[in-house]
């Protein structure tokens, strides 16, 4: 598995879900072909850990949106992944809860072991790419320069 630092250079914006309709790990959602994102917060003393406990990795569910196309016309009060350095991995298939949290783990781990700054937060990604799943981890990098 590898893992990157991204430069995202512009916000993505997302339509807000309805708790009830946010089912991240639903395999009935896994046959949507929108692009959705889930925002977790995750407990700051579990989020500095090189040793968490797994699902912890997830954290709690804050928020969730499908992409507004083009970023759409009015993004006041749309979901936001902030443009900024995010540490990142992906993997070309959906994971389901227990696939996630292993994923979000991992993450963390090898993010820690470099000695990257990542913040207490993770945003989950489902797309399509090339016609395929994909499922991206991304955790906001903090003090560190903006890079190439």
């Not at 993505?12 to 896994?30: I, S, T, V």
């Not at 954290?59 to 902030?82: F, N, R, V, Y």
């Not at 809860?97 to 913040?119: I, N, P, S, V, Y």
């Not at 990098?141 to 190439?148: F, K, S």
Request: aromatic share 10%.
């Amino acid at each position: 598995m590898d893992f990157f630092r991204l430069s995202l250079r512009s916000s993505l914006y997302y339509r807000r879900l309805d708790p009830p309709l946010w089912r991240p790990f639903d395999p009935a959602a896994a046959g949507s072909r929108e692009e959705t994102l889930f925002c977790f917060a995750l407990d700051p003393a579990q989020a500095r850990r090189i040793d968490p406990e797994p699902e912890a990795c997830l954290g709690s569910l804050g928020a969730a949106g499908t992409a507004l196309p083009g970023g759409g016309p009015d993004t006041a009060g749309a979901l936001e992944l902030p443009a900024g350095l995010y540490y990142f991995t992906q993997v070309r298939e959906w994971l389901d809860r227990a696939g996630c949290a292993a994923m979000a783990e991992e993450l963390q781990k090898e993010g820690l072991w470099e000695r990257r700054g990542l913040g207490a937060r993770l945003y989950l990604r489902r797309l399509f790419e090339d016609g395929a799943p994909v499922t991206q981890f991304l955790r906001p990098l903090e003090n560190e320069g903006p890079g190439p």
